[in-house]
């Protein structure tokens, strides 16, 4: 038993830790690209922040890709060893599958602690620390979100074309301000324009030159042509709000909360009473406990069906990985919705998926003992 347990520790393990390095290392790139691509072109901003904001995406990434990566590996080495009848040969010797199970299962068990440690503590550290270097940069080096022949929206009730952008100095620039319905009240063209900082007052000043100014019809802002007298300007200075930046690195919603703060808060009446309903936050309180326990979910779910499988190739493994974590996640995802319905449940009905997959899990395993 200790010579099989020993391949099983390491098959399941190396199989884990490549695929998990492998799922990490996309999902950064991804969210690079999302967030942090038009930094790489702004020569002002220093590699090592890129850097950083890059590590600082790693723990989120690794809540979803340490559960998908267990139970891809899980389903690639029980599966290839079922279709090699190592599994059948294991059995005819007398050892049955929940102890054949039990290297996976350890091994969940130890990526569902780790799992843990993110979800309750490492993930919102680095997401708040993420958002909170995306503000000083917004206040230190703005140039940086202006890219040239790309549209900028990261600005409330703005809308900024930008032709070209040579340094400091942007070139060709549109601008349209818009209502609190998202409609187009008034176009602002300009030959160039810059941007300075206003720390006082916590936004950005766009300087703009050879300013022209065109106002649509209050009555009628859906008419493009209903355009008043265009006004023009040697020099006009536009407000860029800094609000979304700011409300993103200080927000203090439950996703962006440790555990242990969540805790004390429904612990406190006083700040039970700010908030008013205390539910999303329990139930996102719940939701890092419950997503923990994902690891171990999978793999119980995991295991007798790469046995009943009976395949070896990776393309079987990785369509079953994907429609079990996805089906997973789905369900997790209406009981989140619920996260305001008071009358629902959601601190509940966020268990559902651990409760589901896992005795469906035991089932399968029991039928394929029997078996």
Not at 23 to 44: G, P, R
Not at 54 to 60: A, E, N, S
Not at 328 to 350: C, F, G, R, T
Request: proline content about 4%.
């Amino acid at each position: 038993m200790r010579t099989i347990y020993a391949y099983l520790f390491r098959e399941i393990f190396s199989v884990a830790f490549a695929t998990v390095s492998v799922l990490t290392f996309l999902l950064v790139l991804v969210n690079v690209f999302k967030d942090v691509f038009d930094l790489l072109l702004y020569s002002e901003v220093s590699v090592w922040i890129i850097v950083k904001l890059v590590v600082l995406l790693i723990p989120f990434a690794l809540i979803f890709t340490l559960p998908s990566g267990i139970l891809l590996s899980v389903l690639l080495v029980y599966g290839r060893m079922s279709q090699d009848r190592e599994i059948l040969a294991l059995k005819a010797s007398g050892i049955g599958i929940f102890w054949i199970s039990a290297p996976a299962i350890l091994i969940s068990l130890s990526f569902s602690v780790i799992s843990l440690v993110i979800n309750a503590y490492l993930a919102p550290v680095c997401r708040n620390e993420f958002r909170e270097i995306g503000y000083q940069l917004a206040t230190t080096t703005p140039m940086a979100f202006f890219a040239s022949e790309s549209t900028i929206d990261r600005f409330p009730g703005m809308r900024i074309w930008v032709g070209k952008k040579s340094g400091t100095m942007l070139n060709d620039v549109h601008i349209w301000q818009l209502n609190n319905n998202g409609q187009a009240v008034r176009y602002v063209r300009a030959e160039t324009g810059f941007i300075r900082p206003d720390k006082k007052n916590q936004q950005l000043q766009i300087v703009l030159n050879n300013a022209r100014q065109e106002d649509r019809e209050e009555k009628n802002p859906n008419d493009v042509w209903a355009m008043k007298p265009a006004a023009k300007a040697t020099q006009y200075t536009l407000p860029l709000s800094l609000s979304n930046f700011l409300e993103a690195a200080r927000s203090r919603s439950a996703s962006r909360l440790t555990l242990f703060e969540i805790r004390d808060m429904l612990m406190d009446d006083k700040e039970i009473s700010k908030v008013g309903n205390a539910t999303p936050y329990l139930t996102e309180f719940q939701k890092r406990l419950a997503f923990s326990f994902s690891c171990f979910t999978c793999v119980l779910v995991g295991i007798p069906l790469a046995i009943q499988a009976q395949r070896r190739e990776t393309s079987v493994g990785v369509a079953l990985a994907v429609t079990i974590f996805f089906s997973y996640w789905a369900i997790m995802s209406v009981a989140e919705a619920l996260k305001n319905q008071v009358h629902a449940y959601p601190d509940l009905l966020i268990w559902m998926p651990n409760v589901l997959f896992q005795s469906l899990g035991f089932l399968l395993l029991w039928r394929a003992n029997r078996h």
